[in-house]
Structure formats: structure tokens, C-alpha cells
T-cell receptor
């Protein structure tokens, strides 16, 4: 079946350092979505990418969708303590009925 | 405009009891998805429902688990004869009435189930 994988699983950074998480799908995706879950919270939708090679920015966050539409990345510039949480990528299942989530990357930021 | 409402937020059940988790989707959303999250793990799909229809239950364990989304009222995820391994956070998400993966999901705050 379809698999969506993320690396790294955990990342500790010093406040002000950059952070990147990578997402890879075993199948080509029609779109990819990113979510953030704060500790003890629920996943919150951040963004959706649809086009091959698409790059979108939200303040210090940069999202990229690979040319082959099988991989994606999220880069955070100059991390802040408010960036702490787990970042999930998600892509449509093979049947397209629902989203398959990656395992997430847990970001911890030391002040 | 209320978001996705889940209740209860926390639920404690003894082994062998039943757990009922409720989810009311956002106004205008008719698609509901249930996901389970074990501690320190990712989100695992369980079931996708529309009003009065189960569209995809491929992630649902075959025994003890059931889900419904009646014409009136919230969606219910029911776990019979709970075991310790059922302890997890159960999240419900909803989306507009289009194909289930085309738009971002809005998640509820989840129900944290603890089986003692």
C-alpha cells in the first residue's frame, strides 16, 4: 500500500537555527498537505501544494513540492520557541478518499 | 462558526467497558474522518464517513470497533470491550462535500482515551 515517510523523526535545534523536514511518498501525489501539532494539541492545517516544483512561503516557513510530485520539504528559517511541535505531511491515499499521514517530525527548540 | 467539536476531551474506561466518542463536523462539512494517534506516533486513518454512509473503513480493526454518521446528530466511534492497547488520542476531522483529499482537513481537539 501507499507509504508516506518523513525524516528526521526528531530534531533539536537552538533558537535561531534553521530546520528542515523531508517527506517522501511511495506513489505520485496529486497534492501534498502540511500540518502542525503542538504538544498536547491537535493537527492544524498549514498549507497545500498542488503543482510540480511548487514553492510556497508563509513568513519563516518555506514549503516545496518536488518535480516528480513524490517528495516535499518544509524549511523553517531562524526557529523560535513558538515553532515547537510535530510537523506532518499528508497525501491522498491511492483511492483518493482520504489523507495518508507521514510519521511526523518532532521539532524541539532550545531557547 | 464553531469548528469540529469532539467530546469528551478525556475518557477513562476499565478494560472490557465500551467507549463512545462523538464528533460534530464543521457547519457545511459533510465528510468525517477518524484517525488514531498512539503516544509519540503519527496519525493512522481509521474510517471515512458521509451522512448515513461508510465510504472507507480500511483502517478500522475488524473487531470491537464501529463507526456511524447518522442523518441527524454527530458521528460516533464506538469501541466495545476496550483493552489497554486502545489507549490513544482519537481525532476526528471534517472536510467540505468534495472528494476527501482535495482540501485541508479541520481537526477537532481529540478524545484522549485511557484504558485502565
Amino acid at each position: 500500500g501507499q507509504q508516506v515517510m518523513q525524516i528526521p523523526q526528531y530534531q533539536h535545534v537552538q533558537e535561531g537555527e534553521d530546520f528542515t523536514t523531508y517527506c517522501n511518498s511511495s506513489t505520485t501525489l496529486s497534492n501534498i498537505q502540511w500540518y502542525k501539532q503542538r504538544p498536547g494539541g491537535h493537527p492544524v492545517f498549514l498549507i497545500q501544494l498542488v503543482k510540480s516544483g511548487e514553492v510556497k512561503k508563509q513568513k519563516r516557513l518555506t514549503f516545496q513540492f518536488g518535480e516528480a510530485k513524490k517528495n516535499s520539504s518544509l524549511h523553517i528559517t531562524a526557529t523560535q520557541t513558538t515553532d515547537v511541535g510535530t510537523y506532518f505531511c499528508a497525501g491522498p491515499s491511492n483511492a483518493g478518499n482520504m489523507l495518508t499521514f507521514g510519521g511526523g517530525t518532532r521539532l524541539m527548540v532550545k531557547p | 462558526n464553531a469548528g469540529v467539536m469532539q467530546n469528551p476531551r478525556h475518557l477513562v474506561r476499565r478494560r472490557g467497558q465500551e467507549a463512545r466518542l462523538r464528533c460534530s463536523p464543521m457547519k457545511g462539512h459533510s465528510h468525517v474522518y477518524w484517525y488514531r494517534q498512539l503516544p509519540e506516533e503519527g496519525l493512522k486513518f481509521m474510517v471515512y464517513l458521509q451522512k448515513e454512509n461508510i465510504i472507507d473503513e480500511s483502517g478500522m480493526p475488524k473487531e470491537r470497533f464501529s463507526a456511524e454518521f447518522p442523518k441527524e446528530g454527530p458521528s460516533i466511534l464506538r469501541i466495545q470491550q476496550v483493552v489497554r492497547g486502545d489507549s490513544a488520542a482519537y481525532f476526528c476531522a471534517s472536510s467540505p462535500p468534495v472528494r476527501g483529499s482535495l482540501y485541508g482537513y479541520t481537526f477537532g481537539s481529540g478524545t484522549r482515551l485511557t484504558v485502565v
